[in-house]
């Protein structure tokens, strides 16, 4: 059982976790084992971001503090809150992957710091599938570029049938 004194450092230090956060990701460890939280953990770091386990009656205060109307009780399952300091998109594919390969590992939903939107489950998902950035801009330049060298093809072959 945790002082007091414990439990407001806890939720002073989600605060300040919230302060440079961005979005919060919430994901269901209960029946994870601890080397695989601590591999998630490693990953996390990797992506700007941090997994915490605060139980979801302080997490609830501290977004209250923060001006935030969020419930964690709704989630019926022990919560880990990642803190995620850059874009949705840099940390819900690193969770979603990691979800896939660890079946215990469950993605509850997110929160979207800023806007203070709930980003449901199935949205967090979508996202979590989507190719890199680098990716889908390389996909965008050659659906533009394919136009182009075929005009380019047909230019060369008029061209040459004219001389």
Do not use: C, W
Not at 12 to 31: G, H, I, N, T, Y
Not at 35 to 53: C, N, P, Q, Y
Not at 114 to 131: D, F, R, S, V, Y
Request: net charge positive; proline share 4%.
């Amino acid at each position: 059982m945790k002082t007091k004194a414990q439990k407001t450092e806890i939720v002073r230090l989600a605060e300040q976790e919230m302060k440079d956060a961005k979005f919060l990701v919430f994901a269901d460890f209960s029946e994870t084992p601890d080397e695989v939280i601590k591999a998630f953990r490693r990953l996390a770091r990797g992506a700007k971001s941090r997994f915490h386990v605060i139980k979801k009656r302080l997490l609830g205060v501290a977004l209250k503090k923060a001006g935030i109307e969020f419930n964690p009780k709704q989630f019926k399952s022990q919560v880990g809150t990642v803190f995620a300091q850059g874009d949705i998109s840099e940390i819900a594919p690193v969770m979603y992957k990691f979800s896939k390969a660890n079946a215990n590992f469950k993605l509850l939903g997110a929160l979207d710091l800023i806007n203070k939107l709930e980003m449901p489950l199935p949205t967090l998902q979508a996202i979590g599938k989507l190719p890199s950035r680098e990716v889908l801009l390389g996909q965008v330049l050659g659906g533009l570029t394919g136009p182009i060298r075929k005009l380019m093809y047909v230019l060369q072959e008029v061209a040459k049938g004219r001389k």
